[in-house]
C-alpha cells in the first residue's frame, strides 16, 4: 500500500522532523521496489547500503547518519522495513544489533574497521549470545575464552543465531572467568576465523539463523570488545536498546494485516453484502485498529525517552516490546480469521505474517521475562 507523504508526517508526537523524513523516505523506496519477493539475505543488506539506511546503525564519525545512534530512527525503519518484509527488518535489525557491541564499548580502531563497512552494507553482522542452555539466563553461558599469552583461545556452542553462516563478523560472548557477575567478555570474531563453523536450523518462516560452533578459535588481545569482564554489561546494554525496536517491527507487521483485512472485507462478498457490512466485523477491524495504535504509542514513546539521555526506564522498554508483539500476535490472527479459507493459503500476505510475527515474543527476552521484568520494577 502507498502512504500519502502528508498522512505519514501526521501521526509523529514523539518523532521530530528528521525522523519523519526518515520514514517518508524509506516508505517511498518500499514502495517503489521489489524487496517484498527478494529473498536474498546478502543481496538485500546491499540494497540497505545503497539507500543510505544502514546508517541510521552507526555514529556519524564512522560513516552513519546522527552523532549517536538514535532510537527513534531505528524505530522508524524498522516499522517501514517489517511491514512490507519481515526478512528485510530482520537483515537491517542485524546490522544494527550485531555491531552495536562495537558502537558501545569497542575501541577506535575496532569501530574504524568494522563500522563503515556496517553502514555500507560491505559487512554483515551477528550477534552471538545463546548457548543450548543458556538464553535469557547470561549466566548459563559456557562457552569459554582461555587466554593463552596474548591471544584468547575460544571454544562452545552457540545456537538460534542470526544471520549464522550468513555474516561476515560475530560478536561472540565467552567466559573469561567463573565470576558470575564479571565473568563474561565479548569478542570481534570474523568468519574466516580457523576453527568457527556454523549450520543452517530451518524455522516456521523464513530466517537466516543457525549453530555458530568455536573449536579452538584463535583471536588476538586486540579482537576483544572493552575490557575483561565487561561482556554482562556490554550484551544487556545492546539488548536494552534495541528491544524497544522489537516492538516496532511487531507493529510495522500487524499495520500490514490491518490493511489486508480492511482491503478483504470491502471486497469479500457474504450473504449478499460485504463482510464490512456486518457488525461483528466492523468491531474486529475497530479493535485492531486500536492495538496497533496503542501499540505504536508505547514503543515511540520508549523510544522518545531513551533518545532525550537515556532517561527511559526499563519498565517502559519491556512493556513496549511486551504489548507491540502480543498485539501484534493478536491483530495478525484476526486477520486470517477474517480472510477465512483465504487466510490460511500459503503465500497469502496474512498467512506470511502469521508465522513470521511468532518469533518476536520470544527473541530479545520472552514475553514471560518481560511480564517479569515489569513486575519487579513495579514492586521493588
Known amino acids: 500500500m502507498k502512504k500519502d507523504p502528508a498522512a505519514i508526517r501526521s501521526f509523529s508526537p514523539f518523532l521530530e522532523e528528521r525522523h519523519v523524513d526518515l520514514r517518508v523516505r524509506a516508505q517511498a523506496w518500499v514502495d517503489h521496489s521489489n524487496v517484498e519477493e527478494d529473498q536474498d539475505p546478502r543481496r538485500l543488506v546491499k540494497r540497505l547500503g545503497r539507500e543510505k539506511l544502514l546508517k541510521a546503525c552507526v555514529p556519524s564519525k564512522y560513516g552513519g547518519l546522527r552523532e549517536q545512534v538514535e532510537l527513534r530512527d531505528l524505530i522508524v525503519l524498522r516499522g517501514v522495513l517489517a511491514y ?17 557491541p562495537v558502537t558501545l564499548a569497542g575501541s577506535d580502531a575496532q569501530r574504524r574497521a568494522l563500522l563503515p563497512r556496517v553502514a555500507s552494507g560491505d559487512n554483515i553482522c551477528a550477534i552471538a549470545i545463546t548457548e543450548p542452555e543458556a538464553g535469557s539466563d547470561l549466566n ?12 584468547y583461545l575460544l571454544n562452545g556452542i552457540k545456537c538460534f543465531i542470526s544471520n549464522a553462516g550468513v555474516a561476515d563478523t560475530y560478536v561472540v560472548f565467552a567466559r573469561t572467568s567463573d565470576d558470575r557477575k564479571n565473568g563474561l567478555s565479548a569478542f570481534l570474531v570474523p568468519r574466516d576465523t580457523p576453527g568457527l563453523t556454523t549450520k543452517k536450523i530451518k524455522l516456521i518462516a523464513p530466517h537466516p539463523i543457525g549453530f555458530v560452533k568455536l573449536t579452538g578459535c584463535k583471536l588476538p588481545e586486540s579482537a576483544r570488545i572493552g575490557a575483561e569482564g565487561e561482556g554482562t554489561s556490554i550484551a544487556l546494554g545492546t539488548l536494552g536498546f534495541f528491544r524497544t525496536s522489537v516492538g516496532a517491527a511487531a507493529i510495522g507487521m500487524a499495520a500490514r494485516a490491518l490493511e489486508e483485512a480492511r482491503v478483504h472485507v470491502k471486497k469479500r462478498k457474504q450473504f449478499g453484502q460485504p463482510l464490512a457490512e456486518f457488525q461483528a466485523v466492523q468491531l474486529a477491524i475497530a479493535e485492531m485498529a486500536l492495538e496497533v495504535t496503542a501499540g505504536n504509542l508505547l514503543v515511540l514513546s520508549a523510544a522518545h525517552r531513551t533518545d532525550l539521555g537515556g532517561n527511559s526506564r526499563s519498565v517502559e522498554i519491556s512493556m513496549a516490546k511486551l504489548y507491540g508483539t502480543e ?38 527476552g520472552t514475553s514471560e521475562i518481560q511480564k517479569l521484568l515489569i513486575a519487579r520494577a513495579l514492586l521493588r
Open 84 to 100: 512490507r518484509s519481515c526478512l528485510l527488518d530482520t537483515m537491517f535489525a542485524m546490522q544494527g544489533l550485531g555491531s552495536y
Open 327 to 364: 498485539a501484534a500476535q493478536r491483530v495478525i490472527d484476526r486477520a486470517v480469521q477474517l480472510h477465512g479459507g483465504q487466510g490460511v493459503v500459503s503465500g497469502a500476505v496474512v498467512e506470511r505474517l502469521y508465522r513470521e510475527v511468532r518469533a518476536l515474543r520470544i527473541y530479545e
Open 140 to 151: 548459563g553461558i559456557s562457552t569459554r575464552a582461555e587466554k593463552k599469552g596474548s591471544d
